[in-house]
């Protein structure tokens, strides 16, 4: 686990994607993108890359339920500020269909991936998370059945304090990550980013993530 503080966050989390997408060695690039306002201006950023987009293999670790075109959609932000400007196959990007009712939706998502794995585990090469000021990340929230999954690679999760459901990998897909990537910034997280990294900080969802194989930053930015 490596604790990373930025002055430069946004530039420090693009060289990391570009560099783990060329560690890649040309090969596909599996690569998980988080919604929320954090890492919108890094995805802006990336799109200005020279980089192998046709090699990258898109995935999202939660979803709201609602349209593709809907405005709280993780999905439209991410086409509007990467998708649309880079040169990324159609069928390299692998949508969580929030439209659909959630249990159906987060099926097929682990379908498509178990679909594209094999007989092995779904390995990103890197997946980004980023984390709320009550510790969740993706869509695993405090207190939510979605926790305790130890099977499932998709579900989709009641969010009682929100009075709504979401769609979300869950700690078996993420922990078989070669690489996650924390995306932080604020005062308030910082300190739960500090509490998880020192240990006893169990009660955040975040600090359930723990890559059995591959490496964890945590990138924390003003």
């Given amino acids: 686990m490596e604790l990373v503080n930025s002055s430069r966050f946004v530039r420090d989390a693009v060289n990391r994607i570009a560099a783990a997408s060329v560690a890649a060695g040309g090969g596909p690039f599996r690569l998980s993108l988080c919604g929320g306002g954090t890492p919108r201006e890094i995805y802006r950023a990336l799109a200005e890359e020279d980089l192998d987009w046709k090699n990258f293999i898109i995935t999202f670790g939660d979803e709201r339920c609602v349209a593709p075109d809907h405005e709280q959609s993780n999905y439209r932000m991410i086409r509007e500020a990467l998708l649309d400007r880079v040169a990324i196959p159609e069928e390299n990007v692998l949508r969580l269909k929030g439209e659909i009712t959630p249990a159906k939706a987060a099926d097929e998502y682990e379908k498509l991936l178990r679909q594209r794995a ?30 305790e999954e130890r099977d499932r690679w998709v579900v989709a999760s009641e969010v009682t304090k929100l009075s ?30 500090e509490q998880i990294i020192h240990g006893g900080a169990d009660c955040y969802p975040a600090s359930g993530v723990r890559p059995e194989d591959g490496t964890l930053v945590w990138l924390l930015g003003q």
């Fill in 164 to 193: 709504a459901w979401r769609l979300t990998f869950t700690y078996p897909l993420i922990n078989a990550s070669r690489r996650v990537l924390f995306l932080v910034r604020g005062d308030s997280k910082r300190r739960i980013v």
């Fill in 118 to 147: 094999g007989d092995e585990v779904f390995r990103h090469d890197l997946l980004l998370l980023g984390m709320g000021e009550d510790g969740h990340t993706a869509s695993l929230f405090p207190a939510a059945q979605a926790l």
